[in-house]
């Protein structure tokens, strides 16, 4: 059985079950070719089958389960937690995506989901007349996306498109269920071994084709595939904005997500926060500096870094209250709601004292509790101490909603992971082929000429600034321009290992270029061109190495995913 050297602690409240969690080397864990079997299974554990097992039901996960079973592929998809969607749902981010989205910019499953969601609302709740005649209903009206909205809604919309898959046996997914270990032979990973966190029970996986769609990559560790985690060095990558020495735990930051509700006159004034103190003095220690302490309005500007205040004011619905708000009640009849809802992602709780896995199950636990600990925190500063502009302090009136994010607790079910391990892949995106002043330099041309680098075996496409947290390494924001982006299936490939592909921000990126391939709209393409590829390797009997390594495999692969709505390309466009 092939088990990593720390089991990793399910972020599921109050269990523990034993799952991987690997130090890797400096910058990768060195998986050597190697062969190794599952234990024999206990007297109540069971074992399934399939054409695909999918470990992880993020969105990526989703839109590879999707892209398999439309394709003919008998799938078994698992989650950790009992919610699919990742950080559309369990994390409860709303999406952010290009300026284009409403008509270009992703995948036509994609567009889908995005108008289920709408649907969704125009079927179920009471909306206002003006609001269920705008054609790009925006539940929230909030400021970072066109389509804030409740995470719920899109767990029902995911639900709502796998339905006609479950009912008809083409998809199986196992909720609460964790890899606990891998049987590889030489190259090929042969099986899964996941634990149910229901019963404790194990269950062995066996498919010919996996897809590592977990939020940190697990399945890399636990078969051996080489990856890479943090920082790589200047000299590795040659991107401008790289270390010049690598920096393997220097990370984004991940964040504990939380929706608040304002009700104007009430008093919800939560109680005092287990490490209220700590958090309140904290000033984070970053380079460049932080403008002072975490809890606060002021914080890094994050293109310029110089000290930026939008302000806070739930009662008219501005500055950080509408950055992420997801309820606007103008929206909906009067009653439906007691107030504005807005969730709460924010840089003030971004947690910068380490990260959830490549460490010891006991140390990631305490990371997750602790980033817990400073989103109650500032909660409770924002109800006790936050500046009003009335001259008063505290707004009593913010309280939890667990009801939007289905915990006892009100946070989120998961945290919101911006960085994972990643493959060592036989293609790497790095900031030279992106990024708009590095494309500006190599290229000679003007910010309007330039574009990004075209990649002949092109799966989807993206759109998003480099945007990289304050690192758990001490480093401020590095946020740049990016330009529309392709990607190649290369970033999909590992080197080695023939029958494993991740679906998610585990691609082939760097510690920069993961800044814009991370988000929504692109983790789902990852995950939908993995599906396809998954079902047009098993009907071709190949191998996804190569289809992208032979010219008429590709084209023709390529040719499918056109059909089926995956845009390659990108018209010009102006960079971000």
């Not at 005649?133 to 919309?157: I, Q, T």
């Not at 809890?295 to 009662?315: K, M, N």
């Not at 606007?328 to 990260?355: M, S």
């Not at 321009?481 to 494993?500: C, D, K, M, Y």
Request: glycine share 10%; net charge neutral.
């Amino acid at each position: 059985m092939k088990q990593s050297r720390y089991p990793r602690r399910s972020f599921l409240k109050g269990l523990s079950v034993a799952a991987p969690l690997a130090v890797g080397a400096p910058t990768l864990l060195l998986g050597q070719p190697r062969t190794s079997s599952l234990a024999p299974a206990p007297s109540h554990g069971r074992e399934l089958t399939a054409d695909l097992i999918i470990i992880g039901g993020g969105l990526g996960g989703c839109a590879a389960a999707l892209a398999a079973a439309r394709n003919g592929l008998r799938v078994i998809m698992t989650e950790e937690t009992d919610w699919i969607g990742g950080q559309l749902t369990s994390q409860a981010v709303p999406p952010d995506e290009n300026p284009w989205i409403e008509t270009f910019g992703g995948t036509r499953s994609y567009l889908n989901l995005r108008q289920r969601i709408r649907d969704y609302y125009h079927r179920n709740f009471p909306l206002t007349a003006e609001a269920r005649a705008r054609p790009y209903l925006n539940p929230g009206n909030g400021g970072v996306s066109r389509l804030c909205h409740e995470p719920r809604v899109a767990l029902a919309a995911l639900v709502e498109m796998l339905a006609p898959f479950v009912a008809g046996g083409r998809v199986q997914i196992l909720l609460r269920h964790t890899a606990t270990a891998a049987s590889v032979n030489g190259d090929q990973v042969e099986a899964v071994q996941v634990r149910s966190a229901e019963s404790g029970r194990d269950c062995v996986l066996r498919a010919p084709l996996f897809v590592d769609a977990t939020e940190m990559g697990d399945l890399l560790p636990l078969t051996g595939t080489e990856y890479v985690t943090g920082a790589e060095s200047q000299n590795e990558t040659g991107e401008p904005h790289a270390p010049r020495e690598a920096q393997p735990l220097n990370m984004q930051a991940m964040t504990v997500c939380f929706p608040t509700e304002h009700v104007e006159g009430a008093d919800h004034t939560i109680e005092k926060p287990r490490e209220w103190e700590f958090w309140r003095d904290y000033v984070p220690p970053l380079k460049p500096p932080w403008p002072g302490k975490l809890l606060s309005l002021v914080y890094s500007h994050p293109i310029t870094l110089e000290p930026r205040d939008i302000g806070f004011d739930p009662v008219k619905g501005t500055g950080l209250f509408h950055y992420r708000r997801i309820v606007d009640r103008r929206n909906f009849v009067e009653g439906t709601y007691a107030g504005d809802t807005t969730l709460v992602n924010w840089p003030q709780n971004d947690y910068l004292l380490g990260n959830p896995f490549e460490c010891p199950p006991a140390e990631a636990a305490k990371h997750v509790e602790r980033a817990k600990q400073l989103s109650l925190s500032l909660l409770y500063w924002l109800q006790t101490e936050a500046p009003r502009p009335d001259g008063g302090t505290g707004w009593k009136g913010l309280r939890l909603r667990p009801d939007i994010v289905g915990t006892e607790d009100g946070l989120a079910k998961y945290p919101y992971i911006r960085e994972s391990r990643r493959i060592r892949a036989e293609f790497t995106v790095l900031e030279q082929h992106v990024g708009t002043d590095a494309r500006v330099k190599a290229l000679g041309k003007s910010r309007e000429e330039v574009t990004a680098e075209n990649f002949s075996d092109s799966v989807g496409i993206g759109s998003y600034r480099i945007d990289l947290h304050p690192s758990t390494g001490g480093d401020n924001y590095i946020d740049i321009s990016s330009l529309p982006f392709q990607i190649p299936l290369g970033a999909l490939i590992p080197r080695r290992v023939e029958n494993l592909l991740p679906a998610c921000k585990n691609l082939g990126v760097t510690h920069i270029t993961n800044g814009c391939y991370r988000l929504h709209p692109v983790e789902w393409n990852i995950g939908e061109a993995v599906g396809a590829l998954a079902a047009f390797c098993q009907r071709k009997k190949r191998a996804p190495r190569e289809v992208r390594n032979q010219g008429a495999l590709l084209k023709e692969f390529q040719n499918l995913l056109t059909d089926q709505g995956v845009p390659l390309s990108w018209p010009k466009v102006t960079p971000r």
